[in-house]
T-cell receptor, first 114, second 116 residues
């Protein structure tokens, strides 16, 4: 059974640029959730995708967007990067929508915006 | 707004000491409760969860947590810690029947260091 993988592991971008982060869900899972974890903070829910549709969103502006593909992998896109977007971005997959299903986390992508 | 408070940010214990990490949440309705752990260099993983039923739940590696509804608390306990329990511990809450019930709300985390 393959776990959740994320790419890249680290990324450095300049303010105003755009970034795409990728996540491959665990085998058999159809739901992907994305979280932002700033240094010293707990994860903050960005959004969730279930069967290729956005299925719940946290308090993040529209410049945070995503996609889910037919194989249930997912992308997180962030436009017009700001310094405060520097964080660890976590992807979690689960079988079923809603936070009640156990979520399996990837290692995260560390984004630094300069 | 819903929130989760973890009272201890950093805890240092010796092996065999007992552990209790506090977690309180603010939401008056029905909740699902979780404790996650992140060992050094590893992914976040689920320790235990409470959805309904017996308020005392047992998780992996000898951990347990008790849901006390009247206190809005879900404290994590272990009678005797080991060096391998050194990790970051997160409490998370899902407010069921809230507008966005797919959202997990997380505490800031507690960093536990166990000295051998």
């Amino acid at each position: 059974e393959t776990g959740v993988t994320q790419s890249p592991t680290h990324l450095i971008k300049t303010r105003g640029q755009q970034v795409t982060l990728r996540c491959s869900s665990q085998s058999g899972h159809n739901t992907v959730s994305w979280y932002q974890q700033a240094l010293g903070q707990g994860p903050q829910f960005i959004f969730q995708y279930y069967r290729e549709e956005e299925n719940g969103r946290g308090n993040f502006p529209p410049r945070f967007s995503g996609l889910q593909f037919p194989n249930y992998s997912s992308e997180l896109n962030v436009n017009a990067l700001e310094l405060d977007d520097s964080a660890l971005y976590l992807c979690a997959s689960s079988f079923g929508q809603g936070a009640s299903y156990e979520q399996y986390f990837g290692p995260g992508t560390r984004l630094t915006v300069t | 707004a819903q929130s989760v408070s973890q009272h201890n940010h950093h805890v240092i214990l010796s092996e065999a000491a007992s552990l209790e990490l506090g977690c309180n949440y603010s939401y008056g309705g029905t909740v699902n409760l979780f404790w996650y752990v992140q060992y050094p260099g590893q992914h976040l993983q689920l320790l235990l969860k409470y959805f309904s039923g017996d308020p005392l739940v047992k998780g992996i590696k000898g951990f347990e947590a008790e849901f006390i509804k009247s206190k809005f608390s879900f404290n994590l306990r272990k009678p005797s810690v080991q060096w391998s329990d050194t990790a970051e511990y997160f409490c998370a809450v899902n407010a069921r029947n809230a507008g966005n019930n797919r959202k997990l709300i997380w505490g800031l985390g507690t960093s536990l260091a166990v000295n051998p």
